[in-house]
């Protein structure tokens, strides 16, 4: 058996002076990937699944409608809402909010203005199909419908 | 005197950098949402002007692939009671590319494709003329789940995706995720297109029954 001798007399201390930049360069990451989020969302949002999804160039073209049963539903009542920005808005509503929308953009893309739809898995065909028909009236006629990738197994 | 103290010690003391740095990672960790701007890509039709009603549209019910869907979320695919929706993307693929009675444009269409897509052209005089008179109608109810339109809404893109990813010899996910942003690509997506419209129409849900 013997003893254990030590072997050499390298330090054992890891050298810890670049762990700064490390953690720098991690956290540069994170701020530019970051999007703060600015509004809460008071309907549920359980996201469904597809598989042939797209993605858009210009993120500045999308305004995002959430439609979900609310997540207050002391306050709000259990049918699916839409909401938009930070409020909820019945359809009638949402004529007025696009023509907003549409205006905050550059005069150039306004034709091409694309409504995200963030729905949640379990609300009915009926809903969505009042907030499209607002939305052709509105002539905001490009819509995706926000969803997460699925994993196929074939 | 202002000499005595400045040599007192020339470094900023670093040492509790690693600290900051931490807490501010740890900040934008939590409140990081990486953003998901995907989803699938749809085009509503234009509003009913009430003065000029839209024309009415002579087709013959061989150039529809007619899918209803119900408030129980079962499929009536072509007057077939189906349970799930697999395998409809076979079907529709196969619908699009029948080349049935193919006029003298369609002709040159279909001579213009790979062998491989020109070998699934089954011919059937009950089914699409060609692919350029052939439309998908997805009908819903309003107490359909949004989940289940959402399903066949996929594979109906998913069936014209293959079709023009197999076209330009690329795989679908290839062919769809290409950002067009030079001549090159746009020339490529174009390429897989032509001829062939993504005729998938949605129409107005009913209400029986919901």
């Known amino acids: 058996m013997g003893k254990f001798k030590k072997k050499t007399k390298t330090s054992e201390n890891i050298p810890t002076s670049a762990l700064p930049d490390i953690i720098f360069m991690l956290l540069f990451f994170f701020m530019v990937t970051t999007v703060l989020r600015e509004q809460e969302i008071l309907v549920e949002q359980k996201i469904p699944q597809a598989t042939q999804l797209q993605k858009l160039q210009k993120k500045t073209l999308i305004s995002y409608v959430y439609i979900g049963k609310p997540k207050n539903t002391a306050l709000y009542g259990s049918e699916p809402r839409v909401q938009a920005n930070d409020a909820l808005l019945t359809p009638a509503d949402i004529v007025q909010w696009v023509n907003r929308e549409r205006d905050a953009l550059p005069e150039a893309d306004r034709g091409m203005i694309t409504i995200s739809m963030k729905v949640d898995k379990d609300v009915k065909m009926g809903p969505i199909s009042d907030v499209q028909t607002e939305l052709r009236e509105a002539d905001a006629r490009r819509v995706l419908y926000a969803s997460v990738g699925k994993v196929v197994n074939n | 005197m202002a000499k005595s103290k400045s040599r007192m010690s020339q470094e900023v003391n670093a040492g509790s950098m690693a600290d900051i740095a931490f807490l501010l990672l740890i900040f934008f960790l939590v409140t990081t949402t990486i953003a998901s701007d995907k989803g699938i890509l749809n085009v509503l039709p234009p509003k009913l002007d009430p003065n000029n009603p839209p024309p009415e549209i002579d087709k013959n019910e061989r150039n529809i692939f007619t ?115 030079d001549d090159a690509e746009k020339a490529l997506i174009d390429k897989g297109k032509e001829g062939i419209p993504m005729a998938i129409s949605i129409a107005e849900p009913d209400k029986i029954g919901s």
Not at chain 2, 92 to 117: C, H, M, R, T, Y
Not at chain 2, 127 to 155: C, M, Q, W
Not at chain 2, 163 to 181: F, M, Q, S, W
């Open chain 2, 67 to 181: 899918i209803l869907v119900n408030a129980n979320d079962d499929l009536l695919v072509e007057g077939e009671y189906r349970e799930s929706a697999d395998g409809l993307d076979e079907d529709i693929k196969a619908f699009v590319l029948n080349f049935g009675a193919p006029d003298e444009d369609a002709q040159a269409l279909f001579n213009s494709l790979p062998q491989s897509l020109r070998a699934q052209a089954a011919r059937d005089p009950e089914s699409s003329d060609h692919p350029g008179e052939a439309v998908v109608s997805i009908k819903t109810n309003r107490g359909t789940s949004y989940e289940k339109y959402l399903e066949v809404f996929d594979l109906a893109k998913k069936a014209y995706f293959d079709i023009y990813a197999e076209r330009v010899n690329l795989e679908t996910a290839e062919y769809r995720t290409l950002p067009g942003n």
